[in-house]
């Protein structure tokens, strides 16, 4: 075996593109891994997010319909309170349908820390050749 001081020009540049080359792979290979972990955990919060709010859709609808009920008693007229009702459920259920629309576009799903170890490395490597 020879050593690295034997070692010509070429042969140097071939093993450093190999070592490169294997090293770009790993990255890949471990964004893989970082985006299906975080489009995972995304995937259950969504759906239990969904079952918190089909479960408190259920409650709010029986709750509505009292508070229908309620007013209507209160000044004889249900067609009245359930206008006065379906109002003021709308422009609450507005502002959380935006708030969770703000929410959602702040999700980050980019596996960062593989995109800094490729930028240290491309560096590194810009490094090898000067």
């Known amino acids: 075996m020879r050593s690295k001081e034997d070692l010509s020009l070429g042969t140097l540049f071939a093993e450093l593109s190999q070592e490169i080359g294997a090293l770009v792979r ?71 349908v935006r708030r969770g629309l703000d929410n959602l576009k702040g999700a980050e799903i980019t596996p960062r820390q593989t995109v800094d170890t490729l930028k240290i490395n491309a560096d590194w490597a810009k490094g090898q050749f000067r």
């Open 26 to 96: 790993q990255e890949l290979a471990l964004a893989k891994i970082e985006i299906s972990d975080n489009a995972s955990r995304l995937g259950r919060d969504v759906a239990v997010l969904a079952v918190g709010a089909a479960i408190l859709y259920a409650g709010f609808l029986a709750a509505i319909a009292a508070i229908i009920v309620g007013l209507g008693l209160a000044i004889n007229s249900l067609v009245l309170s359930a206008f006065v009702v379906a109002i003021v459920v709308l422009g609450i259920g507005y502002g959380f």
